[in-house]
Nanobody, 122 residues
Framework: QVQLVESGGGSVETGGSLTLSCTASQYFRSPYCLGWFRQAPGKERERVARINSSGGTWYADSVKGRFSISQDKKILSLQMNSLKLDDAGTYYC??????????????????WGQGTLVTVSS
């Protein structure tokens, strides 16, 4: 299966920006859905953004207008702007071998990275 490795995490002040990257061990085979997730301490993992093999994107309401997901060959990226305290957490990338759809669950994503930590301070 595809191996995924996240990078780009770090510490940033509120209002700042960070770009996360997810590098895959092989090219993604269409159809596919690539996603970014995050989990803060003591909270459930939440869906942040998705992009499918046709270029369509989806964003959680909490990050809409501030985050941008993109994919170029083996690299999945997440540009995060105007960061808030609630954006802190461990960010994970994942891939599913099907088109993105509203009711898909985390189990539909067969491969996951190990995560990269993002901390936000005021």
């Amino acid at each position: 299966q595809v191996q995924l490795v996240e990078s780009g995490g770090g510490s940033v002040e509120t209002g700042g920006s960070l770009t996360l990257s997810c590098t895959a061990s092989q090219y993604f085979r269409s159809p596919y859905c690539l996603g970014w997730f995050r989990q803060a301490p003591g909270k459930e993992r939440e869906r942040v953004a998705r992009i499918n093999s046709s270029g369509g994107t989806w964003y959680a309401d909490s990050v809409k207008g501030r985050f941008s997901i993109s994919q170029d060959k083996k690299i999945l990226s997440l540009q995060m702007n105007s960061l808030k305290l609630d954006d802190a957490g461990t960010y994970y990338c994942a891939v599913a071998s099907l088109f993105c759809f509203p009711t898909m669950s985390d189990s539909d994503f067969a491969s996951w990275g190990q995560g990269t930590l993002v901390t936000v301070s005021s």
